[in-house]
């Protein structure tokens, strides 16, 4: 459902009018209708909202040419206030830089997810990938991304992950063990520069491809849901999954109580962080500003955790006491950045040419 695609509107009947842009699945668009929007202009009354939300992220790209092609001609930007290809804008230099300055809250989001975005945007909600196990048929569950790499081997057939085009359960953990297998320098370059030259991922790549045998049925399913199928079922007895897909599904009944989840260290699984910027030529910046300490205030954390079962972006000690055991033992502020959305195509395809 897009809306609103013309300018940010500028003023309407004397009321200040603010442009924001998100993308995803309907429950991010329930949020933002619901619980942000409503917030925000009861806190600043008189000011109207124009909300344009793309179902599944498809005008994602469209919407970032734009916003690049007002900064060029110094006209009006499409939105005031963006969440979807953010980090690629914020690579990009088309946003504003944020200090506590302008967003206080700013001091509260963990400064690894901040540097990734070179500090132009904003970490307001994030999940990650973690282990999910039987903890009927996997009393002790490994600990380590190593330990996860022999369980596998020793117990083939019972582990599966969904093709990294398809699912980021499985683009994560292929991630994830790719940058664990390379120099550390060279990964930490590969999640905010693109550098072909340093593609240098053989020995990841290697790692995996001895992994397929003990795949189950060698077969690499289509998508995140199919993973925690397989788990129900007790076809399969470990993954990597989505902590808030996983507890969402756990929540519904849709996963029995047996299924577990929990971090996995040296290193944790790669997460995704949600970021939200403001247009390095929006005229509204100052209503910008306050839209995004809206985002980060506790009734709109909270409702990032009960209704998206998402890890917060402010420390969870923060939020009511009904909410702080919503992720049991899982640490909200422990993930491993990703890498740069050109390298992290090159993974998917080298993947496809080297995995299955």
């Given at each position: 459902?897009?809306?609103a695609?013309?300018?940010n509107?500028?003023t309407?009947?004397?009321?200040k009018?603010?442009?924001?842009?998100?993308?995803g699945?309907?429950?991010v668009?329930?949020?933002y209708?619901?619980?942000?929007?409503?917030?925000f202009k009861?806190?600043?009354?008189?000011?109207?909202?124009?909300f344009?939300?793309s179902?599944?992220?498809v005008?994602?790209t469209?919407?970032?040419q734009r916003?690049?092609?007002?900064k060029?001609?110094?006209?009006?930007?499409?939105?005031?206030?963006?969440e979807?290809?953010?980090?690629?804008?914020?690579?990009?230099?088309?946003?504003?830089?944020?200090?506590?300055?302008?967003?206080p809250?700013?001091?509260?989001?963990?400064?690894?997810?901040?540097?990734?975005v070179?500090?132009?945007?904003?970490?307001?909600?994030?999940?990650?990938v973690?282990?999910?196990?039987?903890?009927?048929?996997?009393?002790?569950?490994?600990t380590?991304?190593?330990?996860v790499?022999?369980?596998i081997?020793?117990?083939?057939?019972?582990?599966?992950y969904?093709?990294?085009?398809?699912?980021?359960?499985?683009?994560?953990?292929?991630m994830?063990?790719v940058?664990?297998?390379?120099?550390?320098?060279t990964?930490k370059?590969?999640?905010?520069t693109?550098d072909?030259s340093?593609?240098k991922?053989d020995?990841g790549f290697?790692l995996?491809?001895?992994?397929t045998p003990?795949?189950?049925?060698?077969?690499?399913p289509?998508?995140n849901?199919?993973?925690?199928?397989?788990?129900?079922?007790?076809?399969?007895?470990?993954?990597p999954?989505w902590?808030?897909?996983?507890?969402a599904?756990k929540?519904q009944g849709?996963?029995?109580?047996?299924?577990?989840?929990?971090?996995v260290?040296?290193?944790?699984?790669v997460g995704s962080?949600?970021?939200?910027?403001?247009p390095?030529?929006s005229k509204?910046?100052?209503?910008?500003?306050?839209?995004?300490?809206?985002?980060?205030?506790?009734?709109?954390?909270?409702?990032?955790?009960?209704?998206?079962?998402g890890?917060p972006?402010?420390?969870?000690?923060?939020l009511?006491?009904?909410?702080?055991?919503?992720?049991?033992?899982?640490?909200?502020?422990?993930?491993?950045?990703?890498?740069i959305l050109?390298?992290?195509n090159?993974?998917k395809?080298t993947?496809?040419?080297t995995?299955?």
């Open positions: 459902m897009l809306a695609c013309g300018g509107g500028g309407s009947g004397g009321a009018s603010l442009t924001v842009y998100s993308s699945d309907v429950n668009q329930d949020l209708n619901k619980v942000i929007i409503p917030a009861k806190a600043n009354p008189g000011v109207t909202v124009k344009i939300f179902v599944h992220s005008q994602d469209a919407m970032l916003l690049s092609a007002s060029q001609t110094k006209s009006d930007p499409p939105m005031d206030v963006v979807g290809p953010t980090k690629t804008a914020a690579l990009g230099r088309l946003l504003t830089p944020l200090t506590t300055t302008e967003v809250e700013l001091s509260k989001v963990e400064p690894t997810l901040e540097q990734s070179n500090n132009q945007a904003l970490a307001y909600r994030a999940s990650a973690v282990l999910a196990y039987n903890s009927q048929t996997v009393p002790t569950p490994p380590t991304l190593n330990d790499f022999t369980w081997k020793a117990h083939p057939g019972r582990f599966t969904c093709t990294p085009p398809s699912g980021g359960s499985g683009d994560n953990f292929v994830t063990t940058l664990a297998n390379m120099d550390p320098a990964a370059s590969l999640t905010t693109y072909k340093l593609e991922w020995k290697a995996l491809k001895s992994l003990a795949v189950y049925q060698k077969h690499y289509n998508g849901q199919d993973v925690l199928n397989l788990l129900a079922k007790g076809t399969i007895w470990m993954a999954v902590s808030d897909q996983s507890l599904a929540r849709l996963l029995p109580a047996y299924i577990k989840v929990k971090q260290t040296s290193p944790p699984f962080s949600s970021y939200v910027g403001v390095a030529n509204h910046k100052d209503l910008a500003y306050k839209f995004l300490r809206t985002m980060m205030s506790v009734p709109v954390q909270t409702q990032v955790v009960s209704q998206l079962a890890y972006g402010v420390p969870i000690a923060e009511p006491a009904s909410v702080q055991d919503a992720f049991g033992d899982l640490d909200t502020r422990s993930m491993s950045n990703g890498l050109q390298a992290e090159d993974m395809q993947w496809q040419n995995v299955p």
